[in-house]
């Protein structure tokens, strides 16, 4: 019983998949998961600290999770200012906005710091490549290389009192 289960869900899957495949057809964009790491330059007067990543990214919608670690950069031993509350603090986010696939992303966020604005880009050269060649390659023809993606943000808090938790970050990942 558990197989013949197994079987219809799959019948039933496989069509839904080919439906997005045609819808989006005739779009170069690479849609996917970038996963990422990298440096977070805070606004605040602390030493830099450093970021882990996941953003989903389809044509229009894109979403994500992050984790950053302010003024806790392992490349610098001194603190710069100790009596910052974004020195050493850990900032936890969930993202959802809109934009052109992973090139221009504007989101919202919301985590343990309240609300936020998010503008991000991730570019790799693959997807550079197929967009002004007018070409898409699948995802199963990519090679490592061509999965190698940089990663930018700048991200502005919404409330005055946490605006200590402004920053840019820059970094690179890989997408899948």
Same mark, same amino acid.
Request: hydrophobic fraction near 40%.
């Given at each position: 019983?558990?197989?013949?289960?197994? #079987?219809?869900?799959?019948? #039933?899957? #496989?069509?839904?998949?080919?439906?997005?495949?045609?819808?989006?057809? @005739?779009?170069?964009?690479?849609?996917?998961?970038?996963?990422?790491?990298?440096?977070? /330059?805070p606004?605040?007067?602390? /030493?830099?600290?450093?970021?882990?990543?996941?953003?989903?990214?389809?044509?229009a919608?894109?979403? +994500?999770?992050?984790? &950053?670690?302010? +003024? %806790?950069?392992?490349?610098?031993s001194?603190?710069?200012d100790?009596?910052?509350?974004? %020195?050493?603090e850990?900032?936890?986010n969930?993202?959802? @906005?809109? +934009?052109?696939?992973?090139i221009?992303?504007?989101?919202?966020?919301?985590?343990?710091?309240?609300?936020?604005?998010?503008?991000?880009?991730?570019?790799?050269?693959?997807?550079?490549?197929?967009?002004?060649?007018? &070409?898409?390659t699948?995802? %199963?023809?990519?090679?490592?290389? %061509?999965?190698?993606?940089?990663?930018?943000?700048?991200?502005?808090?919404?409330?005055?009192?946490?605006?200590?938790? /402004?920053?840019?970050?820059?970094?690179?990942?890989? #997408?899948?």
């Amino acid at each position: 019983m558990k197989t013949i289960t197994s #079987l219809l869900v799959a019948l #039933l899957v #496989l069509p839904l998949t080919a439906i997005a495949e045609d819808r989006y057809s @005739g779009v170069t964009l690479i849609r996917g998961t970038v996963f990422s790491v990298g440096r977070v /330059d805070p606004t605040e007067k602390i /030493d830099t600290g450093f970021f882990v990543d996941a953003n989903y990214s389809s044509v229009a919608i894109n979403g +994500g999770v992050a984790t &950053k670690k302010f +003024g %806790d950069s392992p490349l610098r031993s001194e603190k710069v200012d100790e009596f910052s509350e974004a %020195d050493g603090e850990r900032v936890n986010n969930v993202y959802l @906005g809109t +934009g052109f696939g992973r090139i221009a992303q504007i989101q919202y966020g919301h985590g343990n710091h309240d609300g936020l604005i998010r503008f991000r880009s991730d570019f790799n050269y693959r997807s550079i490549v197929d967009f002004f060649t007018g &070409k898409r390659t699948p995802k %199963d023809r990519l090679t490592l290389g %061509d999965r190698l993606t940089f990663t930018i943000a700048i991200e502005q808090y919404l409330e005055d009192e946490e605006e200590i938790f /402004d920053n840019a970050t820059w970094g690179i990942g890989l #997408l899948f």
